[in-house]
């Protein structure tokens, strides 16, 4: 059946056994074992096989490709034995046996159709990538496996996974099965990295070298499609009769097979590609790689609620797998823009999109499914608890679940949509408005990037797109009305788009319009309706950063026709979520918030503190979340909120309110009450009466030490005083004030004459008193902790040296012998005649 010898073919009859006896099967297979184009064809015959035999593929291109090849292989077109399902492309017939669709339609056709009726195997393919829908796909498969249908064959394809891993998720003793490879020779070379130049700069060096030195057609890997623009444009300048051909998402499918298929003309060409070409494709004539080391994927901000793209390394199975594309046919040649040495410090394997996508989707799928709880089916990695919340918090805010996590009428009619939730949950609303085309066309743009150019501004990309006579926006106008048609049935209005011919830059620009010819909904409106966290308010002249509703800033190209807006709804946004680069938008007006959004805006009496003059102020204000419209005096507020507020401020500044004194006598007498912590978790015991009717924190300290004593019992009282005093009473008198707060606590200061008589030194309970002697005049003499032992030691060299500075004071040999008094000489003789 197979017309040219593949590695595969050795092991194929053991595949086949083991799935005549066994309802599933793990195949390892290295790339150009001729897995993805082989396994299908061979099961046609099998027995068991009486139905369709399903093809997942990671990427329509692949899908696309995938269909043709083995077509091909079977002497047919695509679209009779062999067909393809892809969101923009079908290919198929009633005839269709072998069907390669992408991973995100097989999961939809599980949903339709938990039997899947009809079906009799399931091929995942590349299954390393582990992307979400591959995830969920093979998870619905073993459910309709296990509960529905004995009879479904399962098989995991791919060729870097661990076979033991999926083996034991797909159970019942599912045999690993390994195939080899095709073993030419493949080299590797380093070239190192060069940070401080341009990705463009670099990778055309290295295509260039790699032109000079090797023969055979170079596919070079970049992140993204900006960096393989501007690579393009280098090429072509210095090699202007090369083919230099793009392969990624957004090329046309003509394009696409141009770049897969050897030049017509026999040129060597160079095909500039993303990861789409890691996998699954065998690009004819390739024996270059020039690899630039990077990856871009998307990950979910639970903050934000935005997935952004992010470059990082890409990991050393991906490296494997693009290295491998040079030796597809025959020898080949890599070339790493990266060290050897640093090579090992790459991750193994990229993370799967389970622990970084957002879950909203799968959570969603999973409730149409009838699974509450996720974590109950089957899972190579369990989906994180916090992104299992955060995605259920969401899809309630949509109506999509209800309290329960049930999914509710509103999520059914989100769910029949392929699309994100929030992007339905737009379409929906555009229906509900008559404008069911509007928003599918809306959910489109933000899903294709470069349909209708690559500007933020989504009116500016709905009119170019309008224009365009390309196959891609042909295909991406018929999907946007397939799905338009499926919100109308849902929707309660017809659908009628009138586009204006007013090039101004007010949001009437392009709208919806019923039949009745009331204006219903704008592109900014719809996204609006379905993302009200997203609308966003400029929030400086040159329109380069923005406040949002749900109160994260985002930042826009000052350059940006945008930037003129006041108001926005923002689809999409890349970067971290405190300044996220606004990369989809329309301009909003304030009417139509007014209008359509109303039941957003709240009326409240805000507590603010004012920090210029210290004080609590009580503002009315009109706010839309995070943004406020409208704010003045509040004649009447609310005393709780003020009292609140004053409250928490002061439990912020207690150390500066309170006399540290106190706060350290505390602490030495270990009595808890007295604790910061302790005392603020007890404010509204204690400050809030103190507080009542107050407007600042001016109060004596004496006032918030009183109230803070006033916690504590009659013995805490007690015990504070003894274990702590706050004074030190001489044997003269005389009141000292005792240091509980510094490093050599407790100490106080006190003039060598009032402790005359004293021949035993004080104790604070357990501790002796450091005591700082001054002379008559309040000069530092002596510390001490042992009082005899100065008298009897080095009070004689002071007191010798003191009789000198001051001799009308009594400077005895025996101190401790004398009556103290602070007079001098002749008074205290005086006084004692």
Known sequence: MVSEALPIQAVLPELLAALRERPSAVLIAPPGAGKTTAVAPALLDEPWCTGQIILTSPRRVAARAAAERIAQMLGEEVGHRVGYLTRLDSKQSKATRILVVTEAILVNRLLDDQEIAGVSCVLFDEAHERHLDSDLGLALALETQGVLREDLRLCVMSATIDGTRFARLLGEGAPVIESAGKAYPLAIRWLGAAPEKRLDETMASAVLTAWREEQGDILAF??????IERLRERLCEKLPNTP????????????????IRRDGEGRRRIVLATSIAETS????????????GLARRAEFDRAAGTTHLVT????????????GRAARQGPGVAYRLWEEAGHAGRPAFDPPEMLTADLAPLVLSLAQWGVVDPLSLAWLDQPPEASLGSARERLGKLGALDEAG??????????????EPWQAAMVLAGADSGAALLGAKLAVLLQERGLGGRSEDLEARLMRWDGERSGRAEAARKLAQRWAKLAADNGTSTVCVE????????????????????????PAILIARALPENIARRRDPSGETWLSAGGRGYRLDPASPLARAEWLAIGDAQGQAKAARITAAAPLMLEDIEQHLGHQIEKRSVAR??????????????????ITLASGPDPAPDPEAINALLVEKAVDNLVDLLPKSLLARGRFAGIAVLAPDQLAARAQEWLAPLLDGKRKLDLPPGRYAEAALNLLSWEERQNLDRLAPRQFVSPAGTHHAIDYDSDHAPACEVRVQALFGLDQHPMIGTTPLLIHLTSPAGRPLQATRDLPGFWRGSWADVAKDMKGRYPKHRWPDEPWAERPSLKTKNAFTRSNE
């Open 609 to 626: 503190w004012n920090a210029a003059e210290g004080r609590v102020e009580a503002r009315l204000e009109r706010r839309l979340g995070a």
């Open 406 to 419: 049930a999914i509710t009428a509103q999520g059914r009619a989100i769910a029949a949509l392929p699309m």
């Open 499 to 522: 586009r204006s011919r007013d090039t101004g830059r007010d949001a009437s620009r392009l709208r919806s319009t019923r039949t009745d010819g009331v204006p219903a909904a704008s």
């Open 312 to 323: 990082a390394r890409a990991s050393q199975a991906a490296a494997a797998q693009r290295a």
């Open 244 to 259: 230099v051909l793009p392969l990624h998402g957004q090329v046309e499918p003509a394009a696409q097979r141009a770049a």
């Open 281 to 292: 494709l065998t690009l004819d004539g390739v024996s270059v790689v020039v690899d630039s």
């Open 222 to 227: 970049l992140p993204g499609v900006g960096e």
